[in-house]
């Protein structure tokens, strides 16, 4: 081997190819006679593989249909089979993969999902043997990898992750872990951009589900947040610690959980702020100790920060209303709700559903009516998130926690990446 100035070199150890003598060889090939060509492809089978995901109104015999299967006894056993129909029948979006003879006819039929977050998945395996059909379910583990994609702002957020092929599981997760510094709701601007690292659990190669979003970027209005999903290896072991089961950090080490929600609603928006206003229903100027947010009846109402039920049941113009009293002396107020979740002295957590949207109470029509409360005094529910706390990665941690952000910040810049070059 020779050194040089620039790198290295390798020296020539064999002759040059082109140099060497070359031989031409020629031999002739007797062909098979075509009746023997023709017997061997008369007895030669075809295997055909042919995927697809269930319907909530299939049939045996309309996702046979669709697998380009016509195979009647299959049809038959599908029908008659108590796991068959457990598992495939009135359940969407299974993916069913189907192994079929040159003359459509049914040889394998796989099914897999996956229905929890134990790690695992199910299948389902129907197959042809020479006494018939058998069928068997089997359990395996999901095999995790990461995504990256990335998205901008032109409507909503869910309308982004959309264009973009992001889950809306996904969406979910962003707008929960920005939930202290973004107001989804009213806050969203056309441009807003946003970049995300994601988990898919996959089961023999398939995709199954989304998981956990691992790191994400979202810029609002130019300003730009930022966060990674980790879990303090010294608590990790300890179950009396709240944070052994991880959390949403900022890449300075910040934790993203605050006291408060900004809303208690996911995805809304504010239809009467914390102000003076003509009242709706009684015809007069009166101030407005709450916001109110606008929801069909049934969506989901989250309780804003942890603490404990202070009455639950029915109070003059609220209707159905709910009062939740926080350790900061604060109380928060749920309104003409639809149904109550919760009782008087039950311990809630932050995010836990206590009710939900209706037009019960002094009102016009169905929505949220929010109110935040500290000593008594009636405050705007839009600052509550400002007054909220959060906690740092330990000392101990951070050497870990800064080799986790350093690789966060790497693949949300490859995940933008991917934005630019889509968009070009």
């Known amino acids: 081997m020779l050194a040089s100035a620039g790198g290295l070199a390798v020296a020539a150890l064999a002759p040059d190819v082109s140099d060497q003598p070359v031989q031409q060889v020629l031999e002739s090939v007797q062909p098979l006679a075509l009746s023997q060509q023709n017997e061997v492809l008369e007895n030669h089978a075809f295997r055909l593989y042919r995927s697809e995901q269930t319907r909530s109104t299939d049939s045996a015999d309309s996702l046979l249909r669709r697998l380009g299967i016509d195979d009647p006894a299959a049809a038959a056993y599908l029908r008659s089979n108590e796991l068959v129909r457990q598992s495939l029948f009135g359940r969407a979006g299974r993916n069913v993969r189907a192994e079929v003879s040159d003359d459509s006819a049914l040889l394998k039929l796989y099914a897999r999902w996956s229905t929890d977050d134990s790690g695992m998945f199910k299948r389902l395996v129907v197959e042809k043997t020479v006494s018939g059909f058998s069928t068997r379910i089997e359990t395996a ?10 998205g901008t702002i032109q409507s909503s957020l869910f309308a982004a992750t ?57 810029v609002n209005n130019g300003k730009v947040y930022q966060a990674t999903w980790f879990r303090d290896p010294s608590v990790a072991q300890d179950t009396r610690n709240e944070r052994n089961k991880g959390g949403y950090f900022t ?28 009242h709706p229903v009684l015809k007069q100027w009166r101030a407005h100790q709450g916001v109110d947010y606008a929801g069909t009846t049934g969506t989901a109402v989250r309780n804003v920060g942890d603490g404990v039920v202070e009455f639950s049941g029915v109070q003059n113009g609220y209707g159905n209303v709910v009062f939740v009293g926080h350790r900061d002396k604060s109380t928060t107020v749920y309104a003409h709700l639809s149904r109550i979740d919760v009782k008087r002295g039950q311990s809630v957590g932050q ?16 929505h949220l009516h929010f109110e935040y409360r500290v000593n008594g005094n009636y405050k705007d529910p839009l600052t509550i998130t400002r007054l909220s706390e959060s906690v740092s990665v330990s000392v101990a941690a951070k050497p870990t926690f800064d080799r986790v952000a350093t690789d966060a910040r790497l693949l949300l810049s490859a995940a933008a990446s991917v934005r630019k070059v889509n968009t070009e």
């Open 141 to 150: 583990p999901l095999t995790r990898s990461s995504k990256l994609s990335s």
């Open 162 to 218: 959309d264009d973009a092929g992001i889950p809306d599981s996904v969406a979910v997760q962003i707008a929960e872990i920005f939930a202290g510094d973004i107001d989804f709701h009213r806050a969203l601007r056309k441009g807003d951009r946003f970049s995300v690292v994601y988990e898919t659990l996959e089961g023999d190669g398939e995709p199954m589900r989304s998981g956990r979003v691992l790191s994400v970027e979202f």
């Open 251 to 278: 890449l300075d080490g910040q934790s993203l959980k605050r006291s408060f929600l900004a809303s208690p609603l996911e995805f809304s928006r504010v239809t009467s702020g914390f102000k003076t206003r003509f």
């Open 351 to 366: 995010g836990q559903v206590i009710g939900a949207v209706g037009a019960t109470g002094r009102v016009t029509g169905p």
